[in-house]
């Protein structure tokens, strides 16, 4: 009988391409069915995230953006939830076997794994007749007790958001040829920096622990800060002043809007900023700023938490009420 | 602003469906990003599975069984293991948001929940263009260091299989419509019987703590026991001599083999077991027997560890050596 028959497809891609992530000793090397956390007296924060070709990334998208993207956007939880990562699981669904796509998709996913300090534990490879999915559920670690929340935020509080709000959506606009296409097609480094903000997020992981001393809540930017924000508020049973000239754009949003390309409502209703959104009270917000600059991050003050339990109000330049048709991405 | 804008259809189809589900502390009644598992001092077993429509399951199948299968292989994993459920993140994808379907999937993973006492602690609900896909990763506990491991099997030790080899492989062959379908036609009883066990696994938790406390090595007979046989013997560096007559078969598929209609190849090459595989020394095998019985699962000893590289052989009635052409189903 041969001996290939005792390693199948599934079995030789995991020891060719996803063996040398797997470095942390509960991995068992991908050997066994299962892997172990350790305790340590930390609580384990988990979170679980999938993206699906055609709906979070493009089929066209570069295998290794959409590997780092596939990790990153459950890292920024993570962050948001005040957490250092300590490993994750990943599930693969994939049409077949092709090593041309898996090999950059593995050393990226490696790459993303070592930097972040975050190894592969364990997972699944399955077989689908549909589109590529990346399914990870990533671990962290915050002292017991200790995760930031998605509620706790009081009337008061400064709302804060990481990075710039925005870029994501219009490199998706840009991948998928709209009006935004046209007017960046002679800015080559604006538009290469929008495609890449929706392709690769950052992960908040410098604030992490910052977030944690500080918020009285926070989430990440995933689906739109209109609409994320919305949540938040609403699990706290809260309202938020938001002042819109304060929501951080980037120099190639911010030439996008100035020239009536696009309104501010495209870029606070679009999804995939994985940036953190973090309430904290007035009396740590300076001490909050200072840190995260220490930390090389921007945050940025855009507005307070009212009471009341109306959906935030985003105010422009003029004091009045930015109407939105649409707070955030939906799936359904 | 209607507030309606505030809850997108896959906020709401989480509260209605899956709320009730998340009945854990640390699930933060799903409002959160991020679950926590709080420290025991137990080491904390991971194990993800998903399944994908055309692939673990058939687009026809109810979703009662689609719901039960996700958790139940994920299960079995931990029985396995020697671990105890202690949770589970989910991912769903939907192509749409069907109430008809999500509301028996979503009650039945709740009754699965329930039972096997495994709360929803997560999870991520996304749309996808393609086949229904639901992606679990579970959580259980050990007392550190007490994970059984795929490897540690040693020449000499009895080979162990619980429950009865090749029900669902025969159920899915009835439900593909092919000879079998024809073979127990008259024979509904059998007929019903094995597609239920295609269906809906059989997690052995009630066997988890026998198993780590007796077994050498251990793993869930997921995609053939002879492909998975090979799998543990390579990671512990021995093969195996089984004896065929030895392998349990239920009524039903034994009585398909006395007929002719499928090989007993069939039903050890064939996957969906989600039985116990395990190695348990000599010395223990009595009482790894005794205590199973205790426990009311049904175990047999197929055969022994033997040295050597070779893949594991299974013997015949006569001594003679089953060719087998396939040892497993291979997604790739």
Not at 33 to 43: Q, T, Y
Not at 181 to 192: E, F, N, S, T
Request: some cysteine; overall charge negative; aromatic content about 6%.
């Amino acid at each position: 009988m041969a001996s290939a028959l005792a390693a199948s497809g599934e079995d030789s891609l995991i020891a060719r391409y996803f063996r040398p992530l797997a470095t942390d000793p509960g991995a068992f090397n991908l050997d066994d069915d299962a892997a172990v956390l350790k305790p340590s007296g930390d609580d384990i924060v988990v979170t679980t995230d999938a993206v699906v070709e055609g709906v979070h990334f493009l089929s066209g998208d570069p295998p290794e953006t959409i590997a780092r993207k596939a990790l990153r956007v459950n890292l920024s939880d993570l962050a948001a939830k005040g957490a250092t990562p300590s490993g994750f699981v990943l599930t693969l669904a994939l049409r077949a076997v092709d090593d041309i796509w898996l090999k950059p998709f593995a050393e990226a996913l490696g790459q993303d794994a070592t930097h972040f300090r975050c190894p592969l534990l364990g997972g699944d490879t399955v077989s689908t007749p549909g589109p590529l999915m990346v399914s990870i559920t990533a671990f962290g670690r915050v002292p017991s007790g200790g995760m930031t929340r998605r509620s706790g935020a009081a009337a008061g509080d400064r709302v804060f958001v990481s990075g710039t709000i925005g870029d994501a959506t219009l490199g998706l606009q840009i991948l998928t040829r709209g009006k935004v296409a046209d007017a960046v097609a002679r800015d080559l480094k604006g538009r290469d920096f929008l495609i890449e903000r929706y392709r690769v997020p950052q992960p908040r992981l410098a604030l992490a622990d910052i977030v944690r001393e500080h918020a009285s809540a926070a989430m990440d930017v995933s689906d739109g800060l209109a609409g994320d924000l919305a949540k938040l508020c609403n699990v706290c049973g809260v309202s938020a002043a938001i002042d819109i000239p304060s929501i951080p754009l980037s120099a190639a949003a911010d030439d996008l809007v100035s020239r009536q390309v696009v309104g501010v409502e495209t870029l606070i209703a679009g999804g995939d900023d994985y940036e953190i959104l973090c309430t904290v009270p007035e009396r740590s917000a300076a001490s909050f700023a200072q840190k995260a600059r220490l930390a090389g991050v921007q945050v940025s003050c855009i507005g307070g938490v009212v009471a009341g339990s109306a959906l935030p109000k985003f105010i422009d330049r003029d004091g009045a009420e930015l109407a939105l048709q649409q707070l955030s991405y939906s799936h359904f």
